[in-house]
């Protein structure tokens, strides 16, 4: 009988190992999320809501669209009425940023006009790429 649960016991750390090993090496061999953070700063008012109206369809696309896409969204700074904080994050930097994302219509008919803006000097863009580090969250319900 002591025998029967030593190797049942046996058994169940076993396992328990084995699935826990396994799901470590799964997300280590998986490649890390994928954010980029975009600051633009705009001449002034008129040039942000052109940027805006802009940028609305392409959000709405990417919602509906790209299920890889986890947040794509535009934050208004609450100390500098002309400065808008672009944040995005993606499953991956290979296949949702770069492949599914970067070669979609909507951002496609995006990025020349934004491009455009920047050239004639209506926007200043400055952003910065980033791979997830695994160390806190992304995500509350409120």
Known sequence: RFRNRWLISLVFITTCAFLILQRHLSQAQSSPMFSLIVTLTFRNDEYKQEFLQ?????????REN????????SLQ??????????LERYTDKDVAY???H????????FRPKLKAMQEAGYVTIE????????IGFVGRNR
């Open 54 to 62: 802009l940028f609305s369809p392409v959000a709405k696309y990417v």
């Open 127 to 134: 952003g910065h790429s980033y791979e997830d580090s695994m």
């Open 102 to 109: 970067k070669s979609s219509s909507a951002f496609l008919e």
């Open 66 to 73: 790209e299920p890889s896409t986890l947040a794509y969204e």
């Open 77 to 86: 700074s609450d100390q500098d009425p002309l400065r808008i904080l672009l």
């Open 98 to 100: 770069l492949k599914t």
